[in-house]
């Protein structure tokens, strides 16, 4: 039978990913050669599906696959069998002058109506004393996890908008208005 929640439903009709910017984290785990899976990990706080991991017999490139109870799985075996291997999920990378970008993962891939907010300018929202611009609106279905936060990012296609407000539309808890400003995806 096929998921409801996975199917375009009126106007929710555009597949978007929300993402989330990578924070370095410093942890350990054990790894094993030939096996993706790294076990005994010191801590799973602020580890993120997607997000790049290096250290000691891990290949460049590999990133966590999962996130289990006290394990994780990288999307490559590791190269040697050790314990207590210092290990690093990477925040940012280099460009190709060597500049600092940021690594982002998507947390969530969903359904959304998109619509630009006017024709040509920049709406101010005013929110107690944060005024934010916003050049779209994007509605999405609520869900209780992943938590959407304001800094977050929706991707769709070649378009990247910077997530500046959002609300509970009715406050019923079934559809998010994320207030967006389109940005260059390289942000």
């Known amino acids: 039978m ?10 929710l009709r555009h597949q978007v990913q929300i993402q989330q910017q990578n924070v370095p984290v410093n942890f350990t785990g054990s790894t094993a050669a030939a096996s993706k899976t790294v076990s005994a990990i010191s801590s799973l706080a602020g580890l993120m599906v997607g997000a790049g991991v290096s250290g000691a017999g891990i290949p460049v490139g590999a990133t ?14 590791a190269s040697a069998t050790a ?36 024709s ?7 929110s107690g004393q944060f005024s934010a611009q916003v050049t779209h609106i994007i509605t999405i279905r609520a869900t209780s996890t992943p938590k959407i936060a304001p800094g977050m990012r929706v ?33």
């Open 64 to 77: 966590i696959a999962a996130i289990g109870s006290a394990s994780i799985t990288l999307s490559a075996a």
């Open 155 to 187: 991707v769709f296609g070649t378009h990247t908008y910077l997530i500046q407000l959002f609300d509970d539309v009715g406050l019923q808890g079934v559809l998010l208005h994320l207030q967006c400003l389109e940005i260059d995806g390289s942000q």
């Open 83 to 118: 314990s207590n291997v210092a290990l690093v999920q990477a925040g940012t990378a280099q460009d190709a002058l060597g500049q600092p970008i940021a690594l982002w993962s998507t947390i969530r891939t969903t359904w959304a109506s998109i619509r630009y907010t006017t």
């Open 2 to 11: 096929r998921n409801p929640l996975l199917a375009p439903v009126g106007d």
């Open 120 to 126: 040509g300018t920049k709406e101010d929202y005013q």
